[in-house]
């Protein structure tokens, strides 16, 4: 059983008040606006996702969860060991080097402050995945100690390799979306991510990703500016 539902269904047992408290909350949670894009996830949950030549559009304040003090944390998921791979890795990590983020403030909050990148990691993944791989992959390698940093500011980026055939419920890489954000809880910490199908043009990569880390600095669990 997947380990939302269990906490979930353990803490609302608990705590029947705490339920429509919870159920107001997740209604607003990327309700539907013009020009806001979602899917639904693996879990059923709406996910926002950044597509090439989508219209700019201005977002509001939901009163949620914003990353002031965001640390990047660089995965690339897959096999990456070519010569030519090795150099599209060094043009996103200096991409990502170069993110800025989104001056919004809610009234009497402070600015999000630029982002700091915090290393890379190499993850190992094949053939077809879906969003709930990624963050089995993401929840091995903190429980073996391979990505550390257990701290609620990290947004993880995930970079796909050739050959991994992404799909986000029922949308499709590259069809559907060229990013996307989100987030899990796995043990102590609310896991925060993005993730970007591999694309031959590495400049896109690189843009998906800018598009969707900011995002997911100014809205990182689905309720604050979208």
Sequence with gaps: MNRKLVFA???LTACPAAWAQESKAAARILA??????????????????????????TPEFH???????????????????????????QFLR??????TPAQLTAKNEDPI????????????ASGAINDLHIQAAIDRAMTAGVLSL???????????APGLEDKLGAAAAGRD????HSHFHAQDVNVRYVVVPFHSEVSKM?????????????NPDGDGWY
Aim: hydrophobic residues 45%; charged residues 30%.
């Design 206 to 218: 690189a843009d998906a990703a800018a598009k969707s880390i900011v995002r997911s600095m100014i």
């Design 150 to 160: 257990r701290d609620e500011n990290v947004i993880h980026v995930v970079f796909l």
């Design 94 to 99: 200096a991409a990502i080097e170069r993110v």
């Design 113 to 124: 402050r630029p982002a700091t990148l915090t290393g890379e990691r190499d993850l190992p």
């Design 32 to 57: 539907d606006r013009p020009g806001l894009n979602v899917v639904f996830d693996d879990d059923g949950g709406k996910v926002e996702i950044f597509r090439h030549g989508e219209t700019a559009r």
């Design 177 to 180: 979306f060229d990013s996307y």
């Design 63 to 89: 009163g949620g969860a914003v990353i002031r003090e965001p640390l990047i944390q660089i995965i690339f998921l897959g096999d990456w060991q070519s010569p030519s791979l090795a150099k599209k890795k």
């Design 9 to 11: 269904i353990a803490f």
